[in-house]
């Protein structure tokens, strides 16, 4: 028998929800990086995939089209041949990209600190 969910539980208000899925896809590591590198400028497919390191073409495809979906990224087609395809930040995703790069700062600028805890931690489970 299926019972129906107390009005106050949390995370089950639809808009908790949506919420929770944009932050997830913003908390992502290649959201993160891709944001991060077309803050600097537009750029085309594989200099994002050399810059970001470590994505497959796949993931970086998936990746730009959510992006693409929110409104965050812009895909920009030159009828070249083969054909050129450029993307950049809307001001929306441009809006998310200076919350990111202070965050990304925030770690560079604990990330010794981190690392001594994580080694202290570590240390102690043994």
């Known amino acids: 028998m299926h019972m129906p969910t107390p009005p106050n539980e949390p995370g089950t208000d639809p808009s908790c929800r949506k919420v929770n899925e944009i932050l997830g896809r913003m908390g992502d ?9 077309l803050a600097e400028r537009p750029r085309r497919f594989n200099e994002l995939k050399r810059l970001i390191g470590g994505i497959s073409q796949q993931m970086l495809t998936r990746t730009l089209k959510a992006l693409e979906r929110d409104g965050m990224v812009r ?3 030159y009828p070249t041949i083969p054909p050129q395809v ?24 604990h990330l010794q600190e981190i690392e001594a805890n994580r080694a202290l931690h ?3 489970a043994s």
């Open 122 to 124: 570590d240390g102690e």
């Open 86 to 109: 450029e993307y950049s930040l809307t001001d929306l995703g441009r809006s998310l990209s200076d919350p990111l790069l202070q965050l990304s700062m925030w770690v560079l600028n």
């Open 75 to 77: 895909r920009k087609v």
């Open 29 to 37: 590591k290649w959201t993160v990086m891709a944001i991060t590198m």
